[in-house]
């Protein structure tokens, strides 16, 4: 289900249907294609990046439904010039609709000032394979910290 060459997966990858949506979600956002993405969400889904209070979402209520959803994409997607997705360990076991990603996502910027956010994503399906929930644990300090300026 990987479309772009934005992604390293060196996780596991067999076809359990919540891998596969995390991954069209990676595609998705690697493309800049928020049509695309909002195809990988259920109607009521509900995206927490990162979870809790945030520059994102300052109650820490989450992103609801593909209104929420496209919302958080206008604000945190959609300025980054380029993603870049390093997955290198993926827990789903067989016969459940969850998974669990380990990696880091490298965001940078139009002037060509990058950050480093090393994360676990948590992903929960419906039985149709649409995401139900999406859960990304990373500390914005530590993203923040990694920060490198253009050269």
């Known amino acids: 289900m990987i479309t772009s060459d934005a992604i390293t997966w060196t996780a596991p990858n067999d076809d359990h249907p919540a891998r596969s949506a995390s991954q069209r979600s990676y595609s998705a956002v690697a493309k800049g294609d928020l049509a695309e993405w909002l ?21 820490g209520k989450g992103h609801h439904g593909h209104e929420g959803i496209a919302a958080f994409w206008e604000k945190a997607i959609a300025p980054i010039a380029k993603f870049e997705f390093e997955i290198y360990e993926s827990f789903a076991n067989p016969g459940s609709n ?38 990304a644990y990373w500390e914005p300090d530590r993203t923040m910290a990694s920060f490198t300026a253009a050269s």
């Not at 259920?42 to 927490?48: P, R, Y």
């Open 98 to 135: 969850t998974c669990a990603n380990i990696g880091r996502i490298r965001t940078s910027f139009p002037d060509g000032s990058h950050t480093t956010t090393e994360l676990i994503m948590v992903y929960v399906v419906h039985d149709d394979g649409r995401v139900a929930s999406m859960k």
């Open 39 to 59: 195809t990988v969400y259920a109607e009521d889904a509900v995206l927490e990046d990162p979870v809790g209070p945030s520059m994102f979402d300052p109650e």
